[in-house]
Every structure is written in C-alpha cells, then in structure tokens.
C-alpha cells in the first residue's frame, strides 16, 4: 500500500470514530451470560423455600399380641408382657400339675425342677430335661430303673445306646443327654397325631405353640393338643 493510501485509511477510521458509526468493545469470554445448562445448576443448588409445616412423621404401629392375660385365648394361657406372647407359664403360681411346680422362664413350660434343690434327697435336677434323676455321688446305689452310674456326673443312668432301651418302658431311644430311655428326641422318632417331640419331656405331642396348629386352632399348654376356638 502506498503511503498516500495508508493515511487516507487511517484518517477514515479516525473520521468513523468521531462521528460513533464504529462500536469499540472487546468482550471477555468469563463475563458471557449463562446459558441455559449454567442456569439449571444455580436452581438445583438452591434449596426450596419452606411451604408451611414440615409433614408429620409416621407414628410406629403398636406390636400385635396381649397386654394381660385376658387378651389370651385359653385360661391355660398366661401373658408374657415383653414378648407380647401368651405362653405357658410366666411364673412358678401358673404351674398346678403335682409334678411340674416350676416355670422354666426361658421355655416359658412347667417343669419338675430348675435347681437340685427343687429335687427330693437323694435326686439332682437334669438339666436337659429339667426332671430329677436319682444321684450316686459314691459311685453306687442306683435304682433298678436307672441302674448305671454315670461318672463324674454323679447321676443314675438307664442307657448309653438305644440297645439298652429295647425293653424299656419309657420308650426305645436313649437321650444320652440324660441318660434316660425315652419316646423321642426330635421330631422325626413322632407321627400324626403327635408329630412333635417335647424336649423336656421327650414326649411326642400334638403341638409346642400354636404354629404348630391348622386354621382357627389354638395350642392348649398343659395338654399340648390343638384346640379349636370360637
């Protein structure tokens, strides 16, 4: 370009600036307006504004089962107020047969003894079966029924195998716990209409809690059969 040329355009610029036909703005990238994805994130970082009271929270529904015992179906039925349940015997007054004085309060079940002081002279208390077993701290003078000694226990025993107990009259299995020849130590030695084993009893029985029972039935405690209720 030549230098008549090149101040000729200078001096139409100046020319243009004078007269404000030519806008001078140099915009900065960091100060652009926000678009739309930059407005989005200002409005999910901004917490709602409270619209009245806060919703109540759920109140926990009160558990099923009794508060006493009249809440129970049976009067051979007591309730247990922190399980909610009604079972047994919560106490050793609820317990009326001869030989079950004594509420075992973890089975919630009458049983014969807790304590060897529960037993008669001469007697300790099992305590798989919660029944008083004659006792031979000497090493002797069992009972014809129970005629081994069992040592260190100290007790009277009938049986080591079920081969001691083929012509017992308390049954053909030998509870080794207790060396007693029993009727049953599980389930599967019961049939209908006693398909349950009473583990303290080692008797097989209609029920041990009222699951065990059909529709509307109820498992009656001393018994141990299910009942029908109204």
Not at 52 to 72: L, R, S, T, V, Y
Not at 122 to 133: D, K, L, P, Q
Not at 160 to 186: K, L, M, R, Y
């Amino acid at each position: 370009m030549s230098p008549i040329a090149r101040g000729a355009a200078v001096l139409g610029f100046a020319l243009a600036a004078a007269c404000g036909t030519v806008d001078w703005r140099f915009d900065d990238p960091a100060e652009e307006p926000a678009g739309d994805d930059d407005a989005a994130a200002d409005a999910a970082a901004t917490p709602p504004e409270s619209g009245g009271d806060a919703p109540a929270e759920a109140q926990p529904e009160a558990a099923p089962g009794c508060e006493d015992d009249d809440d129970c179906a049976l009067a051979s039925l007591h309730c247990d107020v922190t399980s909610r349940m009604c079972v047994a015997c919560v106490a050793d007054v609820q317990c009326i047969d001869a030989d079950k004085r004594r509420c075992d309060s973890a089975l919630h079940q009458c049983v014969q003894c807790g304590v060897d002081g529960d037993c008669g002279a001469g007697y300790v208390c099992e305590a798989t079966t919660r029944s008083c077993i004659p006792a031979c701290p000497d090493g002797g003078g069992c009972p014809a029924s129970a005629p081994l000694c069992s040592q260190p226990r100290g007790v009277c025993i009938r049986c080591t195998t079920n081969d001691d107990c083929s012509a017992a009259a308390g049954g053909s299995i030998c509870a080794t716990a207790s060396g007693q020849c029993v009727e049953c130590t599980g389930d599967t030695q019961c049939a209908a209409p006693r398909p349950r084993c009473n583990a303290t009893t080692n008797r097989c029985v209609g029920c041990l809690t009222t699951a065990d029972c059909g529709r509307e039935q109820i498992c009656e405690p001393r018994s141990q059969t299910c009942l029908h209720v109204l």
